[in-house]
T-cell receptor, first 115, second 115 residues
Framework: KAGVTQTPRYLIKTRGQQVTLSCSPISGHRSVSWYQQTPGQGLQFLFEYFSETQRNKGNFPGRFSGRQFSNSRSEMNVSTLELGDSALYLC??????????????FGPGTRLTVL | AQSVAQPEDQVNVAEGNPLTVKCTYSVSGNPYLFWYVQYPNRGLQFLLKYITGDNLVKGSYGFEAEFNKSQTSFHLKKPSALVSDSALYFCAVSDALAGNNDMRFGAGTRLTVKP
């Protein structure tokens, strides 16, 4: 079974621009979560989508948004980029059995650099 | 909200010796606990999880973890360390009350195994 894929793997943008990152979950997985990883803040939860609905959201400004499509693929968008948005953005998918929590399997990440 | 603490930034062990990476957690409800490993420039790889049942959980690559409810700990262990175990290890927790994949990660512990 193919793992979680993320595109692009690397991205360079300038301040003020916007960016869209894509994540394709493991086949059959309905939950997709996004995380931001930085040396200073570590791994921080952005949001989770389940069956096309945002189920939970972390403590990030409204510039960070996402969506999930009917095939469970997810996109994350960051508008008006700031230097501090430079990070590794990780996507994770899970099968999510009853109770809403299950093992999350991570993609390789998208390395975003904001200049 | 749930939280995780990894009290050691760095753990150094000699190859062949046992290793322990510490983790303590805080949740409102019942904890779902996870350990992940991250190699340089890679996403996170799942090692093991505790949801319910036996307090000693066995995972990938010979790792195991012991759930201790009274001490709110979930330490990662391996009887005999390998140089290839050198990586960044993350403990994570989800709260069963939340009913979603809002996973909170510790800051990570860098394990170095010396030959």
């Amino acid at each position: 079974k193919a793992g979680v894929t993320q595109t692009p793997r690397y991205l360079i943008k300038t301040r003020g621009q916007q960016v869209t990152l894509s994540c394709s979950p493991i086949s059959g997985h309905r939950s997709v979560s996004w995380y931001q990883q930085t040396p200073g803040q570590g791994l921080q939860f952005l949001f989770e989508y389940f069956s096309e609905t945002q189920r939970n959201k972390g403590n990030f400004p409204g510039r960070f948004s996402g969506r999930q499509f009917s095939n469970s693929r997810s996109e994350m968008n960051v508008s008006t980029l700031e230097l501090g948005d430079s990070a590794l953005y990780l996507c994770a998918s899970s099968l999510t059995t009853s109770g809403g929590i299950d093992t999350q399997y991570f993609g390789p990440g998208t390395r975003l650099t904001v200049l | 909200a749930q939280s995780v603490a990894q009290p050691e930034d760095q753990v150094n062990v000699a190859e062949g010796n046992p290793l322990t990476v510490k983790c303590t957690y805080s949740v409102s409800g019942n904890p779902y606990l996870f350990w992940y490993v991250q190699y340089p420039n890679r996403g996170l790889q799942f090692l093991l999880k505790y949801i319910t049942g036996d307090n000693l959980v066995k995972g990938s690559y010979g790792f195991e973890a012991e759930f201790n409810k009274s001490q709110t700990s979930f330490h990662l262990k391996k009887p005999s360390a390998l140089v290839s175990d050198s990586a960044l290890y993350f403990c994570a927790v989800s709260d069963a009350l939340a009913g979603n994949n809002d996973m909170r990660f510790g800051a990570g512990t860098r394990l170095t195994v010396k030959p």
